[in-house]
């Protein structure tokens, strides 16, 4: 019944750190992932018996939704970072090519057609 305990406080502390690590937009993207993962926890709000081995499924089955959900929310992140990454890169990209300087470091002077 210990080892029972600790492996659900060990489930709880996962979720916790999990939802804990989201940003509100990230929560959205993921609303339905997350949806999944509650509907599975509500089950375990159930009343059971102690001796019942529907506990070891519910912690089995929980822990495998977290560890998913944990890597799904790891490659957004990685995703979020990529992008941001990528548009650094661009908003420090020259557009446009620098004007020719004369010898005296004047600037070219535009012909009138």
């Not at 750190?17 to 990230?26: A, C, K, M, V």
């Not at 944990?70 to 992140?77: A, E, F, L, P």
Request: aromatic share 4%.
């Amino acid at each position: 019944m210990k080892q029972l305990t600790t492996q659900l406080k060990i489930v709880l502390k996962n979720y916790h750190r999990l939802i804990d690590s989201l940003e509100p937009h990230e929560q959205s993207l993921l609303e339905e992932n997350l949806r999944q993962l509650k509907r599975n926890m509500q089950t375990g709000t159930q009343r059971l018996p102690w001796t019942s081995t529907n506990h070891e499924k519910f912690i089995t089955v929980t822990s495998e939704l977290i560890s998913k959900l944990d890597s799904t929310i790891n490659q957004v992140k990685k995703n979020a970072q990529d992008i941001h990454l990528f548009l650094d890169e661009i908003r420090q990209c020259n557009l446009f090519r620098e004007p020719q300087i004369n010898i005296d470091n004047s600037l070219v002077h535009c012909r009138v057609i």
